[in-house]
Nanobody, 123 residues
Framework: VQLQASGGGLVQAGGSLRLSCAAS????????MGWFRQAPGEEREFVAA????????YYADSVKGRFTISRDNAKSTVYLQMNSLIPEDTAVYYC?????????????????WGQGTLVTVSS
């Protein structure tokens, strides 16, 4: 699976952005998908994940209620709708794919990673 993330940019606090991650390859529908982010000088952290079949979603506490992850298997694309953005959301956002069915908040279970897209939230 090859992943291409897009949709990042500069936005004011309180604004919204939608990130997309397009996957190539035949196994997208069999993979759980996740979003992670990494701010300058910080560790990469889990943001959200969505399972492959039921579409069950998982969120980090810091984004719960503000971000929504979704997927369109017909388009082999996963989305991250980000609302009520705050400066602390500033980071490079990465999408990732895994064939595991648990521990979605752990980066080391993901087999494939996109190149990242930068989100900058100004105050």
């Amino acid at each position: 699976v090859q992943l291409q993330a897009s949709g990042g940019g500069l936005v004011q606090a309180g604004g919204s952005l939608r990130l997309s991650c397009a996957a190539s390859g035949r196994t997208f529908s069999s993979a759980a998908m996740g979003w992670f982010r990494q701010a300058p000088g910080e560790e990469r952290e889990f943001v959200a994940a969505i399972t492959r079949s039921t579409g069950r979603t998982y969120y980090a506490d810091s984004v719960k209620g503000r971000f929504t992850i979704s997927r369109d298997n017909a388009k082999s694309t996963v989305y991250l709708q980000m609302n009520s953005l705050i400066p602390e959301d500033t980071a490079v956002y990465y999408c990732a794919a895994t064939h595991y069915s648990y521990n979605f908040d752990q980066a080391n279970i993901y087999n494939y990673w996109g190149q990242g897209t930068l989100v900058t939230v100004s105050s």
